[in-house]
């Protein structure tokens, strides 16, 4: 009973938080589900994506992250398929991140194939995993997939420690992944955002790391230096994370960088846009205001 009663008042709390983050301020749009993410073709810095491979799949990579980048996910994954090596970690990284990639973003799947296919997504970076738990890839397909997986709100808080502890181990192994580090940074804005109460009634069903939006700044400013423009959300997460620290020029700075990013694909029209109406919502806050 008193586990119950914590869960309700948790779910009670959370619905009052979301309620409150609606209605006053803008709401960061992942709540342990990772903002749109594709690789970026800008920098070319397929090395710094990359661990060391096969040099024959090396093409073969290089023409993946081409149709991944562009939203061409099915055939990206018939490229990966083909290969047939499936005790290959490099393959099985790519090939689930590519199928999240086709479920978070492509239309006309039912609610059931989505499902489906985050399940497989899932179920491919598990099984790389456990092939090798020391290469970053399957470390940050592992933390990616855990935050789509249909446990809701507390059942991701409950994995929190966990999602947090595979981006670690990814950026530890490949500290030159600006990918990693922005997964990184943005779970530490997500924790530190989440009110500390809802955090001390979750104690009793995981262990959370510390947080802060420093943190989530330095490795989200990190990445930005790792590839400059490599990825329009970063920019945002960054302006998002100077508005919360009340570096308020630095914020209206990073968002209108992001509002002038250069669409390679549908997910960066959206951010941008996105970072558009965020300028615009700004107006009406003094704070934001005088540096627009």
């Known amino acids: 009973r008193f586990y119950q009663r914590k869960r309700f008042f948790l779910g009670l709390l959370y619905n009052q938080y979301v309620k409150r983050r609606m209605i006053y301020t803008p709401v960061y749009p992942m709540v342990f589900c990772f903002a749109g993410f594709q690789f970026s073709s800008k920098n070319n810095a397929i090395h710094e994506i990359q661990p060391e491979f096969k040099k024959p799949l ?108 595979h981006l670690q181990k990814a950026v530890d192994l490949n500290p030159e992944s600006s990918h990693a580090r922005y997964f990184l940074g943005s779970l530490c804005y997500l924790l530190s955002v989440i009110p500390s109460s809802l955090i001390f009634l979750a104690k009793p069903f995981t262990t959370l790391p510390e947080t802060s939006f420093q943190m989530a700044l330095e490795h989200l400013e990190k990445a930005e230096e790792l590839s400059p423009g490599f990825f329009c959300r970063n920019q945002i997460a960054i302006a998002k994370t100077y508005q919360k620290l009340k570096n308020y020029e630095k914020a209206v700075f990073w968002m209108k960088s992001a509002s002038q990013f250069e669409v390679l694909s549908l997910k960066d029209d959206r951010d941008v846009k996105e970072a558009k109406k965020i300028l615009n919502d700004w107006k009406s806050d003094p704070n934001m205001n005088k540096f627009l």
């Open 58 to 165: 090396h093409s073969i990579f290089v023409q993946w992250q081409e149709l991944n980048t562009t939203g061409k996910y099915v055939e990206a994954i018939a490229t990966l398929e083909n290969l047939h090596e499936n005790s290959n970690v490099e393959v099985l990284w790519r090939l689930s991140f590519t199928k999240y990639c086709q479920a978070k973003y492509s239309e006309g799947f039912t609610i059931d194939d989505l499902n489906k296919i985050f399940d497989e997504a899932l179920s491919i970076a598990q099984e790389a995993y456990k092939i090798d738990p020391e290469h970053f890839g399957s470390n940050m397909t592992m933390a990616i997939n855990l935050t789509e997986s249909r446990l809701g709100f507390m059942g991701k808080l409950r994995k929190g420690g966990l999602i947090h502890g």
